[in-house]
C-alpha cells in the first residue's frame, strides 16, 4: 500500500525535491526535513507550495528528529539527506562522514524508536551504485556485487547502507534500500557534469572533461528514479535492496557533445558550435573508471520501466535549463560559479 505520511530528507535537493513534487501531486502528506545546505534549494519546491511542511534541520541532530517522528507520525520515511558530490569529498570529506554515516545511524535510532509504537513504519534508504566501485569493459553491477568503493562519497554511502542493514537484522526495523546509477534532470545543482556543462555553453564558458573523458556513467532521469522509489515503497519487499538503472551507459565526451549537439539545435552560438568549448582537464583522483547497472530484479520482481532514454532525457533537460534560468542563475552568481572541485590531493 501506498505510504499516506511521509517524511523526505533532503527534499530540498535535486531527487528529493523531484520526489516531493511527485508526493505532493498525488495528495500524500510530505514533511521535508533539510537543513538547507550549500545544495539545498527551497526554491525547487515552488510548483508545490503550499502543499508540504518542511523543517529545517540537521539529521545528526538525535532530539529535533525524534520530534519530527512524533509529531508529524510517518508512515515512511525516504532518506535522502546527504552530501552528495564526490569532487567535495575529495576536498573535504569530514561533513561527508558527518551527514551520511552519524547522520543515517542518527535518524535509524529515531526510526527505531517511532517503529517501535507504530510497527507499519517504514524506513527506505536512497543510495547509490557507487558503494559496488569500478567496473571494467564488461559486465553489471547486481545486488550481490560486494561492496568496493573508492571515494569518501562513495565510502560514506556504503557505511551507511551498511547501518541500515544492521538497523534491520539487529532490531527489525523494517526497511528498503535501493541504489541507484547516475541521475540527472530538471533541478540539478551544477556542480555535476551534466547542469555544468549545459550552464558553462550558454555562458560561453570552457567545457571541463576530465581525463580525455572515457570514463563511462549509467545514466537514468530523475523522475524515472523517483517512480522506482514509489514502487519500491508500495511494493518492495521488507529488508530487500533493489538497483536502480536503464542500460543507458554513456562516455563522459559522448554526455558532453550530446549536450553540445542539442544545443547547437536548440540555440545556436554565432561563434561556432559548442563541442569547440571542449577543455580537456586534469582527471579526478581515483577516478572510477565504469559504473553499469543491472537494474533486472526490480523489473522482474516489481514491473518498473524507466519512461526516458538518454536521448529523450537528454533534450527535456537541456529544454528545461533554457526555460528555468530564475532557478539557476542565482545558484551560479551567489553559491557556486563552476570553478574546479577536486583536483588536488
Ligand atoms: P543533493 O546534494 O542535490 O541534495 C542533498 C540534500 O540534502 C540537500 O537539500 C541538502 O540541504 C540536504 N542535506 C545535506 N546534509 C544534510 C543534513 N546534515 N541534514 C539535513 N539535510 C541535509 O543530492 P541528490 O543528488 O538529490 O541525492 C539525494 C540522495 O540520493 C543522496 O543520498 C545520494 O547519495 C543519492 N543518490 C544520488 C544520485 C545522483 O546521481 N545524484 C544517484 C544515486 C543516489
Ligand atoms: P559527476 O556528475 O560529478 O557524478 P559522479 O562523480 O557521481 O559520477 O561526474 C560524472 C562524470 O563526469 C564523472 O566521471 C566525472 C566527470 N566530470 C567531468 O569530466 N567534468 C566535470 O566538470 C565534472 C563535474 C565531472
Not at 46 to 71: H, N, P, T, W
Not at 166 to 185: K, M
Not at 267 to 289: C, E, F, N, Q
Request: glycine share 8%.
Amino acid at each position: 500500500m501506498a505510504s499516506k505520511r511521509c517524511i523526505v530528507t533532503g527534499g530540498c535537493g535535486f531527487i528529493g525535491s523531484a520526489l516531493v513534487r511527485r508526493l505532493c501531486r498525488e495528495g500524500r502528506d510530505v514533511l521535508v526535513v533539510d537543513k538547507l545546505t550549500y545544495a539545498g534549494v527551497k526554491e525547487s519546491l515552488k510548483e508545490v507550495d503550499g502543499l508540504y511542511d518542511l523543517l529545517v534541520a540537521d539529521i545528526c541532530d538525535q532530539s529535533r528528529m525524534d520530534r519530527a517522528f512524533a509529531e508529524f507520525r510517518p508512515d515512511t520515511v525516504f532518506h535522502l539527506a546527504a552530501e552528495s558530490h564526490v569532487d567535495r569529498s575529495i576536498d573535504g570529506p569530514g561533513e561527508f562522514v558527518r551527514t551520511n554515516v552519524v547522520g543515517t545511524a542518527t535518524l535509524l535510532q529515531s526510526a527505531l524508536a517511532w517503529w517501535r509504537k507504530n510497527p507499519a513504519f517504514v524506513f527506505q534508504h536512497i543510495s547509490t551504485d557507487e558503494v559496488y566501485g569500478s567496473l571494467g569493459a564488461e559486465g553489471f553491477f547486481t545486488e550481490a556485487t560486494p561492496y568496493s568503493p573508492h571515494s569518501p562519497y562513495s565510502a560514506s554511502k556504503a557505511a551507511s547502507d551498511h547501518l541500515v542493514r544492521a538497523w534491520h537484522d539487529t532490531y527489525g526495523l523494517p526497511v528498503r534500500i535501493t541504489n541507484c546509477s547516475n541521475n540527472y534532470g530538471p533541478y540539478h545543482f551544477p556542480e555535476k557534469l551534466i547542469p555544468l556543462v549545459i550552464l558553462n555553453c550558454l555562458d560561453g564558458k570552457p567545457l571541463p572533461v576530465y581525463g580525455k573523458g572515457a570514463n563511462v556513467r549509467d545514466w537514468l532521469y530523475v523522475e524515472d528514479h523517483v517512480s522506482a522509489l514509489c514502487l519500491v515503497n508500495e511494493k518492495g519487499a521488507d529488508g530487500e535492496t533493489y538497483n536502480v538503472g536503464g542500460h543507458n551507459e554513456r562516455t563522459n565526451l559522448e554526455v558532453v557533445q550530446a549536450i553540445c549537439a542539442t544545443l547547437d539545435e536548440l540555440r545556436p552560438r554565432a561563434a561556432g558550435p559548442y563541442s569547440d568549448l571542449i577543455t580537456y582537464v586534469a582527471d579526478r583522483p581515483g577516478h572510477d573508471l565504469r559504473y553499469a547497472i543491472d537494474p533486472s530484479k526490480l523489473m522482474d520482481t516489481l514491473g518498473w520501466r524507466p519512461a526516458e532514454s538518454f536521448d529523450t532525457g537528454i533534450r527535456k533537460t537541456v529544454r528545461w535549463y533554457l526555460d528555468n534560468d530564475w532557478w539557476w542563475r542565482p545558484i551560479r552568481e551567489q553559491r557556486y560559479a563552476g570553478g574546479r572541485l577536486g583536483a588536488k590531493v
